[in-house]
């Protein structure tokens, strides 16, 4: 359960609106590390709660350079096994997402 392509452009799209030219920009967002399991998609909470919603690196860095955002760094918080190690019971979530501060110029 991915966003859509459309989805994603009209959000960094009103992010690049907003930032206006020259002026740096961050986020912090989560990020997908590798595929879920079926169990992991399945489950709609998941969704909701930022794990199966969450966007490939490279994914948002061809997103970013298509927006024209220069200077794009992508870096995994330091203590990002702690913030989404208990999202999901039972699962090492840390193999499948984690944390990252989204830094960008316009």
Same mark, same amino acid.
């Given at each position: 359960? #991915?966003?859509?392509?459309?989805?994603? #452009?009209?959000?960094?799209?009103?992010?690049?609106? $907003?930032?206006?030219? $020259?002026n740096p920009g961050a986020i912090s967002d989560i990020i997908?590390?590798?595929?879920?399991?079926?169990?992991?998609?399945?489950n709609l909470d998941n969704y909701s709660s930022c794990v199966? $919603?969450?966007?490939?690196? /490279?994914?948002?860095?061809?997103?970013?350079? /298509?927006?024209?955002?220069?200077?794009? /760094?992508?870096?995994?918080?330091?203590?990002?096994?702690?913030?989404?190690?208990?999202?999901?019971?039972?699962?090492?979530?840390?193999?499948?997402?984690?944390?990252?501060?989204?830094?960008?110029?316009?």
């Open positions: 359960m #991915d966003y859509s392509r459309e989805e994603l #452009d009209s959000a960094f799209a009103e992010a690049n609106y $907003g930032l206006g030219c $020259g997908k590390a590798e595929e879920f399991p079926a169990e992991i998609k399945a199966t $919603g969450s966007i490939e690196q /490279e994914k948002l860095l061809s997103i970013l350079e /298509e927006l024209e955002f220069k200077k794009i /760094e992508i870096e995994r918080k330091n203590h990002s096994d702690q913030i989404v190690e208990d999202w999901i019971s039972g699962i090492d979530i840390n193999n499948y997402i984690y944390s990252a501060y989204i830094r960008a110029e316009k």
